[in-house]
């Protein structure tokens, strides 16, 4: 199983930039497609962004097309999320998520579905200011 650890969250004024990344270890890591999800205090998590495997699919949620990317570098065992024009309400918990690549079809990735994501990190605090 994967152990997933978050890092790069802050405190920015809007139009401000981030990067976080998400640190893997364990077995299954470059076998796994990953997903950036978020969630702001009273809401539901939502999904930010998912690569798979190879980083060949590439899916954002609507909310952060042409603003955030999503990378990874399975060298690293390490997950990306860059953050440009981030606005205040980008404001959440950020956690990185794995799914077995025997589990993770196009429909997963697409999807941007917490439930299909088994593994999690503890996430990672953005405040964005206006």
């Known amino acids: 199983q994967v152990q997933l650890v978050e890092s790069g969250g802050g405190s920015v004024q809007a139009g401000g930039s981030l990067r976080l990344s998400c640190a893997a270890s364990?077995?299954?890591?470059?076998?796994?497609?990953m997903g950036w999800f978020r969630q702001a205090p009273g809401k539901e998590r939502e999904g930010v962004a998912s690569?798979?495997?190879?980083?060949?699919?590439?899916y954002y949620a609507d909310s952060v097309n042409g603003r955030f990317t999503i990378s990874r570098d399975n060298t690293e065992n390490t997950v990306y999320l860059q953050m440009n024009s981030l606005k205040p309400e980008d404001t959440a918990m950020y956690f990185c998520?794995?799914?077995?690549?025997?589990?993770?079809?196009?429909?997963?990735?697409?999807?941007?579905?917490?439930?299909?994501?088994?593994?999690w990190g503890q996430g990672t605090q953005v405040t964005v200011s206006s």
């Open positions: 998520a794995a799914a077995g690549d025997s589990w993770c079809s196009l429909g997963v990735l697409s999807r941007l579905n917490p439930t299909d994501f088994p593994n």
């Open positions: 364990g077995y299954g890591y470059m076998r796994d497609c």
């Open positions: 690569i798979s495997t190879r980083g060949a699919r590439i």
